[in-house]
């Protein structure tokens, strides 16, 4: 989920060195859909997991295979991460998204 700020910055994530995938690398938060449930309950699910923010107003970006992109501007709370899946979070924008080699692609 690309979750926009005030300043156009989006949410990027630190994941853990002990996560198995892409250890310690910059990444949006999202994950797997539970059976049962719709992409975007899955998105706004796994977000408050990983980061304790609700979001809402989800709005389809793109969908690459079975991973599908949201974005929103749209999340209310503090930001308290799950220290399990990422170590820190950073609000960047666009292009140091793009030029940020930490950033998973």
Known sequence: VLIYDENDNILMLRRGDN????????????GFVEKGESEIDGAERETMEETNLSISDLKPVEILGNVHFFKTRSYSGEINLDLNENSEYHWMSYNDIITNSDVIP
Do not use: F, Q, S
Request: hydrophobic share 40%; aromatic share 8%; charged share 15%.
């Open 19 to 30: 996560m198995t995938w892409m250890p310690n690398r910059l990444d949006v938060p999202g």
